[in-house]
């Protein structure tokens, strides 16, 4: 599949890419360094010793401090000012992201009008023009925003998700073990069951949209014949029966779509019961500061987790757009 998306990329998009790339993995360790400064301010609430705190070491060579207040007002202050910038670079970022993405659309829809075009009137006469008008118009979008943005957010948070398990692995092996352990079968269950599932769910609804768009189109071009033989209660039905038909079809993926945050909630409850009880034995103050981390991980990863999974979910769903295209 992915051989066939950069196939359809058009050739001049395709060495524009390579910036696209270094702005996914730039977004991607900033990203990250959110989530790490974030690790300090709880050591220094759970720690009151500070110890093995980096950005408190830090501060305490620069500032005088009167009080353990003053230490946590200074290193609030950092991590705002530091996560303010942060975001804001990851907005510019995703424009950059964004415009790629919407260029290689335009140049698609554009493509295809001037390809449809060159073949002739023969062409045209063969084929329905609500079809093509949909291929120019509606699946060249769908292609854009419904297959290379889930792709790039995939890439994205699959990087993401790798520098937390290696900062995790190497502040807690046992913890990272687990939790990967946990997310990978989460994943590779819901990708076994929904995989077939959403790709015929797409190609029906597809088929229901462009069967819709057919009999519009043959309403308004044979109007004349339509009312003049009473045909019209006949034709209201057939598109009535195609768009309730479409609506069910996405109102199934709709279901669908909220299974990921299911999936990946219940895989963190099972990975945090299971640490709490494989670290019974451990001192109060070390079990607060290591669900503490574990926390802060969790809150970056359950989302990244979704964004995969909905995304792939978004890619299988609108999977019929490479064919056609």
């Known amino acids: 599949m992915i051989r066939s998306i950069i196939d359809i990329i058009p050739a001049s998009y395709r060495s524009r890419s390579l910036w696209v790339i270094v702005a996914i993995f730039v ?17 220094l609430v759970l720690n009151p010793q500070n110890r093995g705190n980096i950005i408190v070491d830090f501060l305490s060579k620069h500032i005088e401090f009167d009080n353990h207040s003053n230490i946590v007002a ?17 907005l510019l970022l995703q424009r950059i992201e964004n415009s790629y993405i919407l260029a290689i659309y335009t140049s698609l829809s554009r493509a295809l009008l001037v390809g449809y075009y060159n073949r002739g009137l023969s062409f045209i006469k063969e084929h329905n ?33 790798a520098l937390i398990f290696v900062a995790l692995a190497i502040y807690s092996p046992l913890s990272a073990l687990l939790a990967g352990s946990i997310f990978a079968l989460i994943v590779i269950l819901y990708y076994s069951v929904m995989r ?20 519009v189109n043959e309403v308004f071009r044979g109007y004349v014949d339509i009312e003049i033989g009473g045909a019209f209660p006949l ?41 709490i009880i494989i670290n019974l034995s451990s001192s109060t ?6 669900l503490g981390i574990l926390a802060i991980a969790g809150v970056r990863i359950l989302p990244s987790l979704r964004n995969i999974m909905s995304s792939w979910s978004s890619i299988r769903y609108n999977r019929y757009t490479i064919d056609t295209l």
């Open 129 to 161: 023009s609500a079809h093509l008008a949909r291929n120019i118009n509606g699946i060249t979008l769908i292609f854009a925003t419904g297959v290379l943005r889930p792709l790039m957010t995939i890439a994205g948070e699959a990087i993401l998700l």
């Open 235 to 275: 034709s209201f039905k057939r598109f009535s029966q195609a768009i309730d038909e479409a609506v069910r079809l996405r109102k199934e993926y709709s279901t669908i779509g909220m299974l990921p945050q299911m999936f990946t909630e219940v895989g963190l409850a099972l990975g945090l019961s299971v640490l």
């Open 74 to 90: 200074y290193t609030c202050a950092a991590l705002f000012a530091t996560i303010l910038i942060k975001n804001l670079a990851i």
């Open 285 to 290: 103050e070390d079990l607060a500061l290591m």
């Open 27 to 43: 977004r991607a360790i900033l990203n990250f360094i959110g989530l790490a400064l974030l690790i300090p301010l709880i050591i």
């Open 196 to 215: 077939r599932r959403l790709d015929n769910i797409g190609m029906a609804e597809n088929e229901q949209q462009r069967r819709k768009s057919r009999i």
